[in-house]
């Protein structure tokens, strides 16, 4: 049997489909021949290329997660949701962040459950397709962002940082964060309260608050606040504003790959923003990590001066040491007795950790913010700071058993895709291969 006008028996496309799926175009070819099936490797392709050109309609279980994996690394990001019961791929785009996921979680009312890593894109996004889905912070990412915030303040605390330091640019959510204050401080001092009133009461909306817990917060009557959830933000930012708001996450992103002056962001971003707004909206942050980088300017400048040779303790025994509460290490051990600031920051981490797993003696996350924000050290007051911000998704990521584990099982799969085409598989193919590999074949199946 065959479908009208068709060149091939249903077997034979079932067989075509599964070879080009499970191998390259060459090897497909190689093993269909052996089959007595001459196809060649074009019409492989366009096969792959026909089934991967959108994503299947489906049905999830309600619990799903997402991720992304590098499509050209440092360049272009592709994003893959997974269901956690099926364990099977649903659904894969051509770019992380963009209005066809919104579309695509608006589509599934079902889903309950999303897990995805500590981005706020995500979270964004999430809120923005239901405010009715519950978001699940990874466990392995939280670690990861701690790892990152402790281990080398712990280490220039310990004096061990002898070599030149990199001068500092902020991460693109400190950027955005710092771009988005400046323009709501835009305008007359009535204007200003209007728009901070409206950012601050969405906020507090997405968190879960009640209109009268947001009114007693921003000490304005209930009245007030129904009104402010019923504009839009159209009517309230002025044309600078808004033309501002626009650009501002494209700002932040140049901002935090190395651009931190209003000339060469302006170089980068285009003439879709004057140069005099860019300078309002840098200008906060310029003042800041001016400073910033005049300190490694005197320090890298000292290093040249002294020679001195530092007890060193690897990263690694630090990092350790956070994870299980234990040291063999009798450097590490002298060096926390002649700093007890370093002490109280390891116990800080230590901390963190026991909350994130549920242990019996841990801090609650009340207790845990308020220490970790009066230590002094700005990179874990900046890690309290995103915790706050992402405070019930991490909360849900002790409380349930899901995480984002399956995921990366996904993105190691797709990877393998990848090198198996030479890293020219492009989103099309790709989303074949990840979607379809592990579907059974009948002859009821075709693509169109």
């Known amino acids: 049997m065959t479908r009208p006008y068709g060149r091939y028996t249903n077997e034979a496309e079932d067989r075509i489909r599964h070879e080009a799926l499970g191998q390259t175009a060459r090897k497909a070819c190689e093993t269909l ?3 007595h099936i001459q196809v060649s490797q074009s019409s492989l392709i366009r096969t792959l290329r026909l089934m991967g050109s959108v994503n299947p309609e489906v049905r999830t279980s309600g619990y799903v997660g997402m991720d992304d994996f590098a499509k050209w690394k440092g360049h272009k990001y592709m994003c893959v949701i997974v269901d956690h019961y099926t364990r099977q791929p649903l659904a894969v785009f051509d770019s992380r962040y963009g209005q066809e996921i919104i579309d695509w979680l608006k589509a599934h009312p079902e889903i309950k459950v999303v897990t995805r890593d500590g981005s706020q894109s995500y979270a964004s996004i999430i809120s923005a397709a239901s405010e009715f889905i519950r978001q699940v912070s990874d466990r392995f990412h939280l670690m990861e962002n701690l790892k990152k915030a402790s281990v080398e303040p712990i280490k220039k605390l310990l004096g061990q940082k002898r070599q030149k330091l990199q001068y500092p640019y902020p991460t693109e959510d400190e950027a955005y964060r710092s771009v988005v204050d400046s323009i709501c ?13 409206f950012y601050e009461v969405h906020r507090m909306k997405e968190s879960g608050m009640s209109i009268a817990e947001m009114a007693k917060s921003l000490g304005v009557k209930s009245r007030r606040v129904r009104l402010i959830q019923q504009y839009r933000a159209s009517e309230i930012l002025s044309t600078d504003q808004k033309k501002a708001m626009k650009a501002a996450r494209d700002i932040a992103r140049i ?4 651009c931190i002056t209003p000339e060469a962001v302006a170089k980068r971003l285009g003439p879709e923003l004057p140069l005099r707004l860019l300078k309002r909206c840098l200008h906060p942050l310029l003042c800041r990590y001016k400073q910033l980088r005049e300190e490694v300017r005197l320090h890298n400048k000292a290093l040249g001066e002294q020679r001195v040779r530092a007890a060193t303790v690897r990263a690694s025994t630090v990092w350790k040491y ?12 002298r060096l926390k007795e002649t700093h ?16 994130l797993h549920a242990e019996d003696d841990a801090p609650t996350m009340d207790e845990w913010l308020k220490d970790a924000r009066k230590c002094g050290v700005r990179e874990i007051s900046g890690f309290a700071w995103y915790i706050e911000k ?14 984002n584990a399956l995921l990366e099982g996904t993105v ?6 990848k090198r198996s085409m030479y890293n020219r598989a492009k989103a099309d193919v790709l989303r074949a291969k990840l979607l379809y590999s592990d579907i059974k074949w009948d002859w009821n199946f075709h693509p169109n």
Do not use: W
């Open 33 to 35: 021949a052996i089959q």
């Open 185 to 197: 401080q835009m305008g007359e001092k009535k204007h200003r309260t209007r728009v901070i009133q």
């Open 255 to 258: 901002v935090s790959s190395g």
């Open 322 to 333: 956070i994870l299980t509460g234990k040291t063999q290490s009798k450097k590490l051990q």
């Open 340 to 355: 007890p600031e370093v002490e109280h920051i390891i116990g800080i981490c230590i901390g963190f950790r026991k909350m």
């Open 390 to 403: 992402d405070r019930v998704a991490v909360e849900r990521a002790y409380t349930t058993d899901f995480s």
């Open 412 to 417: 190691n799969k797709a990877k393998a895709i």
